[in-house]
């Protein structure tokens, strides 16, 4: 079974990562159509240069190196780049200091809480595969554009600041009002809604929600595109089209950000906000479909699935894999057997939400259906880590029939893990550290 692990990693991430194939929710496949392809020369031929009003010093410094700008507040929170290994500033924790949100105080560890008053998602229709992304230093998510296919027209954008003794949804941009289907942007030039996954994802150094790439856009034909459309944090405004380069080559969608901020398809190629270029810097089969997370003090990114993700070619088996993020070069990865890895196997898991938990320096994985259910990957410097299971309490009673996707993440100034389960229910915290 370890062998097969390993050659079915192999064969899988080079379906996604060479081949440009992507199997979808309601079984269909399709590739990048002849209207998705990148315009010749449009944007790699010069440097970073955003002239429409955003600032890269609002709560972050302007130099090449990201490091947040953040610590002079009330609350010792993590630098945002690259990150400080998942290390937090010298101190006391926020929430023993009396600086931390009312909600958070008190809470047991390893137990499933709900933060009232947080449903709704702001309106967003993130019940169609939607993803949130993360402000790790300020504690705040974001959702853009979520909806799309036969769900949901609507691209507004809105955002949730869980440092708050009472979090409430905001909303930061209002949806198009003109939302014809099938094309990649609107009349009014803003990005269409799509189904999100894990495509969501916010930059640091420019204070930007990324949409990495299109997939299931608006409408029945489900536009799909390389698109790397952003919303500034700065002005509440969405960035030109071709701000940033689309995806290239268009193979994959962008599904992390590593620890020096730079972006990664699942195919193995990188956007450098700094040069604002793509590159390819590794050979091999880059990365499985997802989910994925970044360890910045590993330089890794890890993605494990079972099947494609998708509930296809389960033949396949565990797949899971790592990105040398200085390389670019990726290998299998197998687990040591365990009682975990035979419930993980068992469950066959769709749509998963996974992260990294920097403080415990381990990737928690879950997914809806084994509710409230959290998987523990446990990392070594070779190609077999561990599996095991996370005891927990109070698992939430509310799941969504479209997955978790990018709905669990990591908060290290809260010290642990937010869910976002369906749009009708509240967020859930889990603390793990």
Not at 21 to 47: H, I, N
Not at 79 to 90: R, V
Not at 138 to 147: D, F, H, N, V
Request: with cysteine; net charge negative; glycine share 12%.
């Amino acid at each position: 079974m370890l062998r097969s692990t390993v050659l079915c990693g192999v064969l899988l991430s080079a379906l996604v990562g060479c081949s440009g194939v992507v199997t979808e929710p309601d079984g269909g496949r399709e590739t990048p159509d002849a209207s998705a392809s990148v315009d010749a020369g449009s944007d790699l031929d010069a440097g970073l240069s955003i002239d429409s009003g955003v600032s890269l010093d609002a709560g972050v410094d302007a130099g090449t190196v990201a490091d947040a700008g953040v610590d002079a507040g009330v609350r010792p929170i993590l630098d945002a780049g690259p990150y400080d290994a998942g290390l937090f500033d010298a101190g006391t924790w926020p929430w023993t200091d009396g600086g931390g949100p009312a909600w958070r105080s008190g809470l047991a560890l390893n137990a499933w809480v709900e933060i009232p008053g947080t449903s709704g998602a702001g309106g967003a229709a993130i019940d169609a595969w939607g993803a949130l992304a993360e402000n790790e230093a300020t504690a705040e998510l974001y959702i853009a554009a979520s909806g799309g296919h036969s769900d949901s027209a609507d691209n507004r954008v809105v955002s949730i600041s869980l440092m708050a003794d009472a979090p409430a949804w905001v909303q930061r941009h209002a949806s198009s009002t003109n939302t014809p289907v099938n094309v990649l942007y609107y009349p009014d030039g803003l990005p269409t809604s799509r189904h999100l996954y894990h495509h969501l994802h916010y930059i640091p150094a420019l204070n930007v929600v990324l949409l990495g790439g299109c997939r299931y856009g608006f409408g029945g034909n489900t536009p799909t595109g390389p698109g790397m459309d952003a919303f500034s944090l700065t002005t509440n405004a969405w960035l030109p089209r071709y701000t940033f380069p689309d995806i290239t080559p268009y193979n994959g969608y962008v599904i992390e950000i590593d620890g020096a901020g730079r972006a990664w398809t699942q195919s193995g190629n990188r956007f450098d906000p700094s040069t604002n270029r793509w590159s390819t810097p590794g050979t091999g089969p880059g990365l499985g479909r997802f989910p994925h997370a970044t360890a910045p003090s590993r330089n890794l990114i890890f993605s494990l699935q079972y099947g494609d993700g998708q509930g296809y070619d389960l033949n396949l088996g565990v797949v899971a894999r790592k990105l040398d993020t200085t390389t670019g070069n990726s290998v299998a990865i197998t687990f040591n057997p365990s009682t975990a890895l035979t419930e993980f196997m068992a469950a066959q898991p769709t749509y998963a939400g996974m992260d990294y938990d920097a403080a415990n320096d381990r990737f928690l994985f879950t997914h809806h259906a084994e509710r409230g259910k959290v998987y523990v990957v446990t990392p070594n410097a070779t190609t077999t880590w561990d599996l095991s299971v996370l005891t927990t309490t109070g698992m939430p009673a509310v799941t969504s029939g479209a997955g978790i996707n990018k709905r669990f993440r990591y908060l290290p100034t809260l010290g642990g893990f937010v869910l976002l389960p369906s749009r009708s229910s509240n967020l859930f915290f889990l603390r793990t550290n």
